[in-house]
């Protein structure tokens, strides 16, 4: 997702040049990728927030960025919503 104020990286040949605000990763067989590299991949990038789901349990993990590292926010199962700290509420 990227918040309208970011809407610049948004280009006309369909791409985004630069980072999203926000991720949401749904968990694919290869966990491992979508945890560890694709993490420290979109950490790297500059994503604010980086949330995981796992669709097996119905878990949520929330990461957010700070000083350019991730900050685990929380982890949630079951029936969860997402909040994210930049989108107003």
């Known amino acids: 997702m990227v918040l309208n104020e970011n809407r610049n990286i948004l ?6 040049h ?3 605000d926000i991720i949401v990763e ?8 979508d945890t560890v590299k694709k ?3 979109y950490e790297r990038a500059g994503v604010k927030e980086y949330f995981v789901v796992n669709p097996e349990n119905r878990e949520i ?3 957010l960025l700070d ?3 991730y900050k685990h926010q929380y982890t ?4 969860f919503h997402i909040c994210c700290s930049f989108v107003p509420v």
Do not use: C, Q
């Open 39 to 41: 993490k420290s991949l």
């Open 18 to 20: 630069g980072a999203p």
């Open 76 to 79: 949630d199962i079951g029936d």
């Open 67 to 69: 000083e350019n590292l």
């Open 61 to 63: 993990t929330a990461w």
């Open 11 to 16: 280009k006309e040949d369909g791409y985004i």
């Open 26 to 33: 749904v968990l694919s067989r290869d966990k491992k990728r």
